[in-house]
C-alpha cells in the first residue's frame, strides 16, 4: 500500500487495512468500522481518528484498556510504528512516507504479558462481555464504505488431501443418483466385529478428519465451555495418542474422552454437521452425523468409549449422570477458531443441545450443533435476489407489520427469523423473543424460553412481552388461535412482529391465520410480508458435471429454462466426501400485501381470488425460484423437484 494503513497482528496472522479521513471505530460489535473478535476486547472497545499531521487513539471507556507501552491509556497521539495493544490484538499505524519517529514502541514482553493474560481466563462468568458472546463475534473489516471486507491471514490452509484416504480408510457408498444410496459410511480397511477396540476407532475419525480439506485449526484449538459458563477443558493440549497403524497393533489407546469429543466437534466444524447421533446397540455404538441434511454413517464406537463420550457430554451439559433410562436434556458449548473464507481469523462460539432418549439397549444421544460459521447473521447472507432483499429491508424500516416465514420442519425457518432481528436497528429498539426453545443467544437482545409445565406459553408470555414496552417481538411459531389472535393485534398496535407458521407456501399462511381464528380484517392490515422457502443442498462445484436438459425438464423450468442448454448433476469426489454436494442453500417465495389483496383477504377469500391478484404484482413461485438456481448451475433438477414436493 502506497497510503498510510493499519497493520493488525493477531496470533493467527496479519492484515492491512487502507486509513482514511473518517473515524476507525475498532470494538466487538457489529457495528464498528473494525469488528474484532478478540475476548479481551470491548463491544466498542476505542477509536482511530485522523488530526492534522497525524492521528489519535481515543478509548471508548473499555472494560480491559487500551494499551500502549504496557500502559493503559484514554486519549493519546499515534505514531507511525508505535504499537495499540487490545488483548492479543496488535494494531500498529504504517505511514510509507512519514520519517521514523523517535517515540518508542511497546516491547516485546508488554505485548506477550497481555497474551499470556488471556489464556489464563477459565471462568467467563468473570466477564460481563463474554457472557454476550454470540455467534456473530467474528472478525471483519468494514470500510468507509460498510463495504465488508474479508481479513486474510498470512498462512494459507493446508490443501486437500485426498491420498490419506488409502493409508487410513476409505469412502463407500458414494453417489449413485438415488436418495437410498446417499447414506455414505467412512471407515477403516479393516473394520472390525463387536465395534472393535478404541484404537481402530481413533484412527477411522483422524482419517475422516485429515481428509477434508479445510485444516485452518486443529482439535487442539477447541476449548469446552460447560453448561454453567465455566471452561471446563482449555485450549492448546495437544492429546496423548500413539501413532498410526501401531495403535492398531497395540489395541490400546492413551486418548482421554475429551480428546475425542474434541476431534468430534472439529469432524462436525469441517464438514458441516448439525447433528451427531451416538446409538447404543448389542455390542458396540453407532456414531454417525448428519450433513447436509443427510445421515452419514462415521464408525462403530467400541462400548468404552461410547459410554465415556455419552458421560462426558452429561458432565459438561450439568445433566444427571446416574439416571441412564429416562429423556434428559442439556447443552454445552465451545470456542472454536473463527473461519472466514477458509481462513481462521478470530474466535467464535458454537453452541451444543443435548437430548438423551432411551433406547433398546440404553440411552440414544444426539447432539445438535450451532455453529455460527455455517449460518447467514444477516438478511444480507440469505442469498434473496435483489428485488426480495429490497423489499424486506424496506419492511424492516417499518414500526408495525407482521413478517411472516413459513415452510417445513427443518427448513431453516428459524434462521431466517434471527436474520430479520439481527438486521433490525437493535441498538435504538427494545427487542424481545419468545422461543421454544432459545437455540441460539442473540445479543442485544431479550429473550424468553417457553415452558408449558410453568403455564409459560407463546399467548401468555406475549401478552405479559406486550406490556415491556417492545418495539420489536419474536413469536418462534404461532400454534393457536390466541397466539394468532394476540401476535395479529400486537401487529396492528405498533409493534413489528416476527414469526413463524407450517404451511407450503406463502398464499396458504393466509388461509392458515384465517383458519385459527383471526379476523379477516386483522389479517389483511396486520399481514405485511410472507417469506416461504425451503433448504436444497448445493452441488459440489469440484466435481459437479452437466447433463443435456430434455425437453421435459426445459418444460418444467418453464421462465428460468431460458437460455439453458445443460443443467449439473452430483458425481461426487473426496472435497464432498463421495456425496456429490457440499452445503445447503434456500430458495424463497415472497408475498407482499397490496390493497388489492386486502380487499380480496376481506371480501372474497378464496384461493383463486388471492392468485388472481398476485399474476398482476411482481410475485415468484417457490417452484419457479428454485428451477432459477438449477439453471445457474448451482442446483440440481432433483434436488429442487424434492423439496417442494414434485
Known sequence: MQGPYLEITTPQGKQQVPLGPQPLTIGRHVDNKLVLADLMASRFHCVLESRAGGWVVRDLNSSNGTMMGGKRVSTTPLNPGQVVQIGSTRLVVV????????????????????DEGLEVIEDYSDFEEIETLSEEDLVEVVDDDDAPIQMEVD????????????????????NKGKAESELISFESDEPPEGGGDAATFEVTLEALADSLPEKSFSEVDIALISARGQVMHAAGKEPAKDAGKDAVKKKKTKREAVDILRLLLLICSRTRATDVHLEPKTDYYQLRIRIDGMMVDVSKVPNEIGIRLSALVKVLSDIDISQRTSVQEGHFAAKIPGALGGRTVGFRRADYRVSYAPAMFGQKLVVRVFDAANAPLKIDNLQLPKWMLDSVKHELQKEAGMLLVCGPTGSGKTTTLYSLVRSSDLGRKNVVTIEDPVEVQLEGVTQIQVDEAQDKTFSTLLRSVLRQDPDAILVGEIRDSETARIAMQAAITGHLVFSTVHTTNSIGSIFRLLDLGVEPYLVAQGLHVVIAQRLVRQLCQFCKRPV??????????????????????????????????????AFFELLQTTDEL?????TNRTMEGIKKVLNGNKFISLEQSGYQLVADGLVSLEEIESAVGK
Do not use: H, Y
Open 548 to 585: 443435456k436438459a430434455t425437453a421435459e425438464d426445459l418444460d418444467k423450468m418453464r421462465l428460468a429454462s431460458e437460455g439453458v442448454t445443460d443443467i449439473f448433476e452430483p458425481k461426487g469426489c473426496a472435497r464432498c466426501l463421495g456425496t456429490g454436494f457440499a452445503g445447503r442453500r
Open 155 to 174: 498462512s494459507s490452509p493446508e490443501p486437500s488431501r485426498p491420498n490419506d484416504l488409502k493409508s487410513k480408510g476409505k469412502l463407500t457408498g458414494g
Open 95 to 114: 505511514d510509507p512516507s512519514a520519517k521514523p519517529q523517535a517515540a518508542k514502541a511497546p516491547q516485546v514482553e508488554d505485548v506477550l504479558e497481555l
Open 598 to 602: 386486502r380487499d380480496v383477504i376481506v
